[in-house]
Each structure stands twice: as structure tokens, then as C-alpha cells.
């Protein structure tokens, strides 16, 4: 079938757009609590997670605006929570990062109407593409294990762009390497700052996934819905 709007090229971003990351980052994390035995420093998985998380959103921020890089991010999310243990070996954290991360392959949460949507706009005719500042050896593994591998016909990351989103090259590079025209495109996304703004900076329409309705920072986005049904009413 043929798409049903005046966009052709549909750029999704995968983590808590998609995957619920928020859900499956904090089960992995309750498993390595559990399984490395840190509740010996910690009174609660709570009390460990409340460190982490703040940390790790602003470490995230950090590789995005290129002030840190990626063995950065993972060195200092951990070593964060693990310091006040007395641990500051990065040998031991870099062996904790990678029990982590396959842990987070092999979790399959998606975020509600995710599947829902991806086959309807598969159907409708859209071409569909995954928009990621995820690591390479990551998100492929996390995309087909949660059954949504299918639907794409690419992956572009910020690894491939070496750059990554909101900045402008990044979108630039998307659109080169898909084939996709500027003004065809639409970039989904939860994330304001990277998807949103980075889109919007980059000349390309956004619909912002905001399922706590929060209000436009600086701009009205060309879509604003709370639920992935949202968007599949739009398109």
C-alpha cells in the first residue's frame, strides 16, 4: 500500500520509544545488585538505583554533547555507585558493564503499542529505520530479540555518523545513507532534547512520544502525542 501522508521515510528512535528501556535497564540492574552481592553496601536495591540512575542520565547527556566518550560513560556509571563500596577497579567494572549489557539483550519489554504500530506502518508502505545513540553491538541484538527486527530496513547509529543525536550531523547522515528526502521524513522520538530539537534543528518534522504529557520546552513539535496509538492515528 501506499503511505497514507506526505512522509515517506519514518526514523524511529529505539530506546523508551520502543523499547522499554526504563523497565528493562532497572531489572538488569536489580539482577546484577542480586547476583553481585551489593547489598552488603547498600541498605535497599532502591537506595543503589537512586545513585545510579541521575548519574547515568547525566553521563548520557555528557556523550551526547561529545564532553565525554563512550569507554567514559561506562567507567563512570558504574564506578559512580561502586566507589562509596571502595571499589575503583576498571578492570572489574568493565567485566560488571559487560554482564549488564548482556543482560539487557535478552530483555524483550516493549513499550505498550509498539508492535501494534511498526505493523501497521509496515503495511501502510513506509519505510522504517531505527535512529540510535546506542552502541552497535547492543541495539541490534536488543531490536531482534524483542520481535521488532523485521519491520526496519536499517539501523543508523551514532557510531556509524560519529556523531551523535541532536546534533545536525547525525540526521544528515540518516537521510544520506537511507536515501531518504528531507522534507519525506519524520523523526519519532521521547527524548526532547536529542530527537526532538535535533530533528527540528536539522529540517526535518518531529513527533515527540510524551506519555507524561510534559510541556514544549522552547518550541512547538509538528507532533505531540502521549501513546505510539497517537501516532499511528497521524500516519
Known amino acids: 500500500m501506499r503511505c497514507r501522508t506526505k512522509y515517506k521515510s519514518l526514523f524511529f ?14 531489572e538488569c540492574l536489580k539482577e546484577i545488585y542480586d547476583a553481585w552481592h551489593f547489598g ?37 556509571r ?11 577497579d576498571k578492570a572489574f567494572i568493565l567485566k560488571l558493564n559487560s554482564d549488564f549489557l ?25 519505510r522504517l ?19 521488532l527486527a523485521s519491520y526496519f530496513e536499517r539501523i543508523i ?16 547522515f ?7 528526502r528531507r522534507s519525506e521524513s519524520l523523526m519519532i522520538g521521547d527524548s526532547w532534547e536529542a530527537d526532538i530539537t ?3 534543528n536539522a529540517g526535518i518534522d518531529q513527533a515527540w512520544y510524551n506519555p507524561k504529557n510534559l510541556p514544549p520546552k522552547n518550541f512547538e513539535p509538528t507532533y505531540n502525542v502521549q501513546s505510539l496509538a497517537g501516532i499511528k492515528a497521524l500516519l
Open 13 to 26: 528512535d529505539f530506546d523508551d520509544t520502543l523499547w522499554d528501556t526504563c523497565h528493562n535497564n532497572k
Open 40 to 76: 552488603r553496601y547498600y541498605p535497599s536495591f532502591e537506595a543503589f538505583f537512586d545513585i545510579y540512575m541521575p548519574h547515568n542520565l547525566s553521563l548520557w547527556e555528557q556523550y551526547r554533547n561529545h564532553e565525554i566518550d563512550r569507554r567514559t560513560l561506562i567507567l563512570e
Open 78 to 88: 558504574l564506578l559512580h555507585v561502586l566507589r562509596p563500596m571502595g571499589i575503583d
Open 102 to 126: 548482556r543482560r539487557t539483550t535478552q530483555k524483550t519489554r516493549t513499550v505498550p503499542g509498539a508492535k501494534e504500530l511498526l505493523e501497521y506502518l509496515h503495511t501502510e508502505g513506509y
Open 129 to 147: 529505520f531505527i535512529l540510535s545513540n546506542g552502541f552497535r553491538e547492543i541495539q541490534s541484538l536488543k531490536l531482534q530479540n524483542c520481535g
Open 157 to 172: 547509529l551514532s557510531e556509524d555518523a560519529s556523531i551523535q543525536k541532536p546534533h545536525k550531523g547525525i540526521f544528515d
Open 174 to 180: 540518516a537521510l544520506k545513507n537511507t536515501n531518504s
Open 198 to 200: 535535533g530533528a527540528k
